[in-house]
């Protein structure tokens, strides 16, 4: 079993940075795949980016140059650093987890989902 809490989300201007947390308990393991998405009102939920074995990267073009995720080295902690916002940024930002590796940015991929928390760019 897994559990997933994200913190860090606020309101920020364009051009502004946020970095979002997510604390994960339970059976998480290095080689575990964790990934951030996000979803917009009247928009499907997407993948932002994830991290397979705490060193490969995966993001979405939106966000290429703008994010990184990282994880800590006890592998309990994801991260996400937002830089240069903009306010189509603007969405819930949810953390997931999977055992698997299997299109890491697809939200199936995923079993194991936090509440999300809001980021909202003005």
């Known amino acids: 079993h897994v559990q997933l809490v994200e913190s860090g989300g606020g309101s920020a201007q364009a051009g502004g940075s946020l970095i979002l947390s997510c604390a994960a308990s339970g059976y998480i393991y290095s080689s575990s795949c964790l990934g951030w998405f996000r979803k917009a009102p009247g928009k499907e939920r997407e993948g932002v980016a994830a991290?397979?074995?705490?060193?490969?990267?995966y993001y979405a073009d939106s966000v290429k140059g703008r994010f990184t995720i990282s994880r800590d080295n006890a592998g309990n902690t994801l991260y996400l650093q937002m830089n240069s916002l903009k306010p189509e940024d603007t969405a819930m930002y949810y953390c997931?987890?999977?055992?698997?590796?299997?299109?890491?940015?697809?939200?199936?991929?995923?079993?194991?989902w936090g509440q999300g928390t809001q980021v909202t760019v003005s």
């Open positions: 991290i397979y074995g705490g060193v490969t990267t």
């Open positions: 997931a987890a999977s055992y698997r590796l299997s299109r890491p940015l697809t939200p199936a991929t995923y079993g194991y």
